[in-house]
């Protein structure tokens, strides 16, 4: 049976003395044995700071984003062997946030978490629709089409991959799916996911869009739900460590 996961993504956030702070004081909050998975996103530059940081911690270390290139002339970007390299385990792709203001399409996104599962860095692959598409009635469309660009590519390792179901519209706005819609949706993907794998039940399906320590247990309790993508609420020890808790 796989264990939640509760992953944070710090985003655009961060300072070497926020960054140390955070972290020690979400180690020292932590329970002894902790029941799920945890896992931070932090921005790259801070990986081997976090590294450090999480060591001997049982938290595993992510990424926001990464280059669907092996090496060469990319200037600017960071591939799956470096942060690798970094003990990264999981990076997020195809977040909405790179979608929409860098343009990332669906084919882009297959093909980083095509390099991420081949540098052993499991991809969480993100999905989700804005808010005229919901109001178009087009949530499954959209997010069928999405990760359906991942499975094409990707079909012979799927299961190795985390989903995160990110309504667009839900992001950052404090206006959470309700546990019906976050499952309705949950439960398509893993639909979609049988389709292509005889393993689907082993891939993750997180839920991710205003997550708080309110909301989090009720959402968490949902069949299709195994986890969490968190924004704001990891970067508040308190909150991040009920959400936590509300896994367990
Ligand atoms: P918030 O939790 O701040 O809404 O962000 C969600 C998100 O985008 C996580 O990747």
Do not use: S, V
């Given at each position: 049976m796989k264990k939640t996961l509760i992953a944070g993504n710090w985003k655009l956030n961060g300072s070497l003395a926020a960054n140390e702070a955070l972290v020690l004081a979400l180690r020292s909050g932590l329970p002894p044995t902790v029941a799920c998975q945890v896992a931070l996103c932090v921005p790259s530059v801070y990986l081997a700071q976090v590294q450090g940081l999480l060591a001997g911690s049982g938290l595993d270390l992510g990424a926001q984003d990464m280059s669907a290139?092996?090496?060469?002339?990319?200037?600017?970007e960071v591939s799956a062997a470096m942060l690798r390299d970094f003990g990264v385990r999981y990076c997020l792709v195809g977040h909405s946030e790179r979608r929409q203001y860098h343009g990332e399409s669906d084919a882009l996104v297959a093909l980083k978490a095509q390099r991420a599962l081949a540098c052993g860095i499991t991809p969480i692959v993100c999905v989700g629709e804005t808010l005229a598409e919901r109001e178009a009635g087009a949530t499954e469309t959209v997010v069928k089409r999405q990760l359906a660009a991942v499975i094409h590519v990707n079909g012979h390792c799927i299961s190795e991959i985390v989903v995160a179901y990110e309504p667009v519209w839900a992001i950052g706005t404090g206006k959470t799916a309700s546990a019906d819609q976050a499952q309705e949706v949950h439960a398509l993907l893993r639909a979609q996911l049988r389709a292509a794998t005889s393993q689907a039940d082993r891939v993750a399906i997180l839920y991710g869009g205003s997550m708080n320590a309110a909301n989090a247990a009720e959402l968490l309790a949902q069949p299709d739900v195994d986890g969490g993508l968190v924004g704001g609420a990891s970067l508040k020890v308190p909150d991040f460590l009920s959400i936590i808790a509300a896994a367990g």
């Open positions: 290139h092996e090496g060469g002339a990319y200037t600017g």
